[in-house]
């Protein structure tokens, strides 16, 4: 089966400028991750997406962070403007339910999208 | 709220030799563990989870972890690493399916 896609691997922008990742989870998984990490951390949870409707949200910085998920399958993560601070790599992962047969402690994780802010 | 301290932020060690990678975490709550391993520009992998049952619990690659709840603790051990098993480790705690806290990192670097 194909595994959690995410694009672009990698972008570098000016500090107040927008960007955008994407991301499109393993088919007929129904929960979606964003992670932020930064270099020498771990990650750390932004937000997490059951279908199509957020279940935590709680350490997305909403003033500057959006994401969505409007049909329930692929995602897109928003910074808008972006800061030094911002400079991580951005993690997607998804699972499955236990109503689906799925293990819903396993998380797969895409190759990540290295953002650079200078 | 729960959090994870692992306790080397790096372990060299030779091929062939044992290796315990050694991890703490703090809760108020039961909780769930795992471990995870992340190679050079990629996503993380699973390597093993203990829900409950068994304190000690096998995971892919050789690698297994034992569940101390009176330590708080969650290491990691493999009897005999390969250069192939060179990348950063990651513990994780949750209490719930979903929300994972993790640490900051091990990285194990396997020389010949």
């Known amino acids: 089966e194909a595994g959690v896609a995410q694009s672009p691997r990698y972008k570098i922008i000016e500090k107040r400028q927008s960007v955008a990742f994407w991301c499109n989870p393993i088919s007929g998984h129904a929960t979606l991750y964003w992670y932020q990490q930064i270099l020498g951390q771990g990650p750390k949870l932004l937000i997490q997406?059951?279908?199509?409707?957020?279940?935590?949200d709680s350490q997305l910085p909403k003033d500057r962070f959006s994401a969505e998920r409007l049909k329930g399958v692929d995602s897109t993560l928003k910074i808008q403007p972006a800061k030094l601070e911002d400079s991580a790599v951005y993690l997607c992962?998804?699972?499955?339910?236990?109503?689906?047969?799925?293990?819903?402690?396993?998380?797969?994780f895409g190759p990540g999208t290295r953002l650079t802010v200078t | 709220a729960q959090s994870v301290t692992q306790l080397d932020s790096q372990v060299p060690v030779f091929e062939e030799a044992p290796v315990e990678l050694r991890c703490n975490y703090s809760?108020?709550?039961?909780?769930?563990l795992f471990w995870y391993v992340q190679y050079p520009n990629q996503g993380l992998q699973l390597l093993l989870k203990y829900l409950s049952g068994s304190t000690l619990v096998k995971g892919i690659n050789g690698f297994e972890a034992e569940f101390n709840k009176s330590q708080t603790s969650f290491h990691l051990r493999k009897p005999s690493v390969h250069i192939s098993d060179t990348a950063e480790y990651f513990c994780a705690v949750s209490v719930y399916a979903g929300k994972s806290t993790f640490g900051d990192g091990t990285t194990l670097t396997v020389k010949p």
């Open positions: 809760s108020s709550v039961s909780v769930y």
């Open positions: 997406f059951q279908n199509n409707g957020v279940v935590d």
């Open positions: 992962a998804s699972s499955s339910l236990s109503s689906s047969g799925g293990d819903p402690y396993e998380q797969y």
